[in-house]
């Protein structure tokens, strides 16, 4: 009698080995799997944060406004990489309308550590321009009062792919050097680019985030 005590006695310890022991595995599995999605989150989280962050701009271009000629549009607004600059339509005060999927694709123009704005060449007005503060507390650069951005689609300098169109609700201009929309049509011919994004029309692809200034 006492044999078979024994022997069920070793049988149930066996029995919680092993639950043990697969309890530990599946805990080591899921462990392993949080390691392994936790550097694919940080990455996406960076690449987000540098979709709106200047830091790509050298220190001596960020806040840079000039401006260039462009036909058919005259002098209009450029960044320190002389990238065309827009104004929103939609932004009636001196408040940012263009927020989430909309900063993704018309990427505001941001200084930080206390720069400041500052005029560059062909005509840029000093006293038009200054800053906002957007939702997420980021600095964002006006001119005459009108936030400003660049635009995902416009590669090199001489683009403005973005003149004349209407996203994410309202139209988008280029902006001379009073401050005023630059309402002239695109060159006959001219498209808007593919996968540009429309409220109306939805995403047409997921953009890429990239550092922008």
Known sequence: ??????????????????????????SDSASESAREEAPAEAAASASMSMSMSP?????????KVNAKELA???????NGREHTLYLFAADKTKESTCTGDCARVWRPVLVT?????????????????STITRTDNTKQ???NGHPLYTYKADSAPGEARGQDLTEFGAKWYVVDTAGKKVTTPPPSGSASPSGSMSPSAGMSGTPSPSASY
């Open 1 to 26: 009698m006492k044999s078979n005590t024994r022997a069920v006695t070793a049988m149930a310890a066996a029995a919680l080995c092993a639950v043990a022991l697969a309890g530990c595995s599946g």
């Open 55 to 63: 830091s790509a701009m050298p220190s001596e271009l960020e806040g």
């Open 72 to 78: 058919p549009y005259g002098k209009i607004l450029v």
């Open 113 to 129: 550590n206390g720069v400041e704005p500052k005029a560059g060449t062909g005509g840029v007005k000093q006293s038009l321009l």
């Open 141 to 143: 650069v006006t001119y």
